[in-house]
């Protein structure tokens, strides 16, 4: 890659000097090199964290304050703190991904940012600036960064996360909040290969509805889909897929995932966003991608029972759902109370994995980033 367009990836001296801010207290028992290497080597997603954690402290009188990398470890939280009884939290998932040559890199985190700072406002939380979102990222991943894996396919999964900490059973915005993020080396996500998954779209429970917190990222909503997530697996499927809440007949997303769909005539269409739906990163690269790719990309409000009659007559080849976790999973088979259809061969879609290929490769340096999405964090 020629200078000039690496250069502009670098983190200009502004973010530097946020960066700088942080007060890095480094913790006096760091995980031994082997027990790091073995987490490394075979990480099972969420259970190993690294050896530090990033932190802002808020209050209303101060503002943000106290910006430290610290010892990763419990939190000690009174127990009439706000989160745990009106769930005023919100969070952020993104990855960092070691390139061949060494460094670390991460993917559209402004994105991610600016999604932050909106689920903030609709939470009533302070909006934490993009700048600071960014420098807490660097500056964690620059502290562990013998904890990002470097194998295919593996990255040090990062969540930033913000909640209510002030100690007040009084329903109002909380005065006081407390803003993490904590890392966690994670592996292929498939791990014999990408596998067609099945969905069980519910009937009976919504996600989301109108003027509801559908939009923001906030663990309310996750909560919300647990209990369909059961059912779906109840009747063999591997996740939920919610329709609109006040009609139940357009589709609308899986439980952390975006829906995309594929026609024979190389058209995709994906859910348009009503305020119910989260904005995907993801989604938003996968319709940049396919739309340099030459397709015809929707956003519409696409009806469950003209979706299942284009799987019957063949119109629809291929389904699949997206987010930074799986980046891409085929969906090869949909049912419900009164359906159950298998997508094309019920194997994952031509399209799909080129796609899916082709964003992967961006955000491992396999292939030039065109759009300028990554950022340089080590
Ligand atoms: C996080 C999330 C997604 C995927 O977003 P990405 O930015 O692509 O990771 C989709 N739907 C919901 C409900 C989510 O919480």
Redesign the pocket.
Known sequence: MSTPLAAQHEPSSSTEDLIALFDVRRSDTPRPVEEREAAIAAPKFGTVFTDHMARISWNSTDGWTDRRIEKYGPLQLDPATAVLHYAQEIFE??KAYRHADGSVWTFRPE??AE?FARSAHRLALPALPVADFVASITALVRTDVDWVPSGEEASLYLRPFMYASEAFLGVRPSLEAEYLVIASPVGPYFSGGVKPVSIWVDREYS?AGAGGTGAA?CGG??ASSLLPQMVAQQHGCEQVCFLDSATRTHLE??????VFVVRADGSVETPELTGS??E????SSIIQLLTDRGHEVVERRIPLDELLDGIRDGSVTEVFA????AVITPIGRLAGSDFDVTIADGGAGQLTMAVRTELTDIQTGRSADRHGWLRRLA
């Not at 997303?253 to 975006?258: I, K």
């Not at 995907?280 to 989604?283: F, S």
Request: glycine share 20%; net charge positive.
């Open positions: 998932g993104m994105a991610n999604r996600r990222k909503n996750y997303e899986l439980g952390g995932m975006n739906i989260l995907g990163v993801t989604r997206c987010g930074t976790a």
